[in-house]
Every structure is written in structure tokens, then in C-alpha cells.
Antibody
């Protein structure tokens, strides 16, 4: 069955970096783009951008340019999100979600990774 | 960037009641997706391409709309429909989400 399994929760200090992963299974990884979505505690969903799993090209939403990096380990069917120079406002749950084309929407989501930034 | 405004922000409905959630876009969009999210869980695809139900979604749900106004309707509210619903659109190589509608049972 199709699954997106994300790595475990993270507790970090301001200024540190974090890398979270999203391992896909049950389908051909490169057939679907992978998107990232942020959800701060008690807040709504915010689209962060996406990575083309075939070419590896990332695209970032305006609010996520600079400290955020999307990458792939295509041989392991894994997409990664790295956040550097963490700030308190990065405290959130981060979801990966796959998509075939925009008109179909996100059809599978990871379980989410809670990242807590606290001194 | 297209902004999506959902209304109401929060609502409560009685079992059996008809529910309508609205999503208005700041500019015309071609289609709308909807997701259901329950506390502590990841969002689930619910309605895509404006009116198509995702797999497993009860047929008491429906979606409609065009241009700048879209809606999700529940014909008869059930307890299990308690959740937050988000609309989403794709335009100019960018996705945006609505701020969500929290639906509770009376």
C-alpha cells in the first residue's frame, strides 16, 4: 500500500539545524512530486513548496526561501526538508504530501513531524 | 498570490442538519480542493477538482463552485464529520490554503 512515512519528532535550540525525512513506498517515487506543508500549533496549513522527484529541482514559496532546503535521496525513495538557523516561529508540524498533477490535489500525506524550537 | 477566505471560521451543526462551508478566492481559480483534518492527524484528501469525492468519502458530501466562489456541503451532518476543513487552490505555480473551518456537532 502507498505510504509516506516521516521521521520522528525533533527538539532543537534556536540557531540549530534540523533535517526531516519522508520515505515513500508502494508506488514509483519519481512519478509524483513531493510537497511540504507547515502547520504551527493550533494554526492552519501553509504551503512551503515542492520538489520535482524526477529532476530534483526544488521550488520554494516566498515565505520559505533562504533557510529551507528540499532534497532527495531518490535511490531510497526519500524526500528531505532541512531547516537551518532555526527560530522559535519554526515550531510546527511539517507534512510531506505527494501529488500527480495540480488538478488532483494531494492524495497521500505523511503523518507529520513535530519540530519544537526552544532554548 | 491568491488568498482564500473560508467562512464560517467555526460552526456547530445538529445531527441531520445541512452544512455549507464557503471558500472565496481573491481572483478567479479553475478548481478547488478540500481536505479534512482531525486533531492530531494529518489532513485527508476529501474533495478534489471542485466536486470529485476522494476515495472513501461518504456521498453526503458534495462540492461545487466556479470562479471565485466554492463550497463544500454536507447534506446531513453526522458526528464523524466533526473536523476542520481546508480549501486549497493552485495558481501561478503556487498552492494556497484557506484558513480552515472548524465544524463541531451540537
Amino acid at each position: 500500500q502507498i505510504q509516506l512515512v516521516q521521521s520522528g519528532p525533533e527538539l532543537k535550540k534556536p540557531g540549530e539545524s534540523v533535517k526531516i525525512s519522508c520515505k515513500a513506498s508502494g508506488y514509483t517515487f519519481t512519478d509524483y512530486a513531493m510537497h511540504w506543508v507547515k502547520q504551527a500549533p493550533g494554526k492552519g496549513l501553509k504551503w512551503m513548496g515542492w520538489i520535482n522527484t524526477y529532476t530534483g529541482k526544488p521550488t520554494y514559496a516566498d515565505d520559505f526561501k533562504g533557510r529551507f532546503v528540499f532534497s532527495l535521496e531518490a535511490s531510497a525513495s526519500t524526500a528531505n526538508l532541512q531547516i537551518s538557523n532555526l527560530k522559535n516561529e519554526d515550531t510546527a508540524t511539517y507534512f510531506c504530501a505527494r501529488i500527480l498533477w495540480a488538478k488532483r490535489g494531494f492524495d497521500y500525506w505523511g503523518q507529520g513531524v513535530m519540530v519544537t524550537v526552544s532554548s | 498570490e491568491i488568498v482564500l477566505t473560508q467562512s464560517p471560521t467555526t460552526m456547530a451543526a445538529s445531527p441531520g442538519e445541512k452544512v455549507t462551508i464557503t471558500c472565496r478566492a481573491s481572483s478567479s481559480v479553475s478548481y478547488m480542493h478540500w481536505y479534512q483534518q482531525k486533531p492530531g492527524a494529518s489532513p485527508k484528501p476529501w474533495i478534489y477538482d471542485t466536486s470529485k469525492l476522494a476515495s472513501g468519502v461518504p456521498n453526503r458530501f458534495s462540492g461545487s463552485g466556479s470562479g471565485t466562489s466554492y463550497s463544500l456541503t454536507i447534506s446531513s451532518m453526522e458526528t464523524e464529520d466533526t473536523a476542520t476543513y481546508y480549501c486549497q487552490q493552485w495558481s501561478s505555480n503556487s498552492f494556497t490554503f484557506g484558513s480552515g473551518t472548524k465544524l463541531e456537532i451540537k
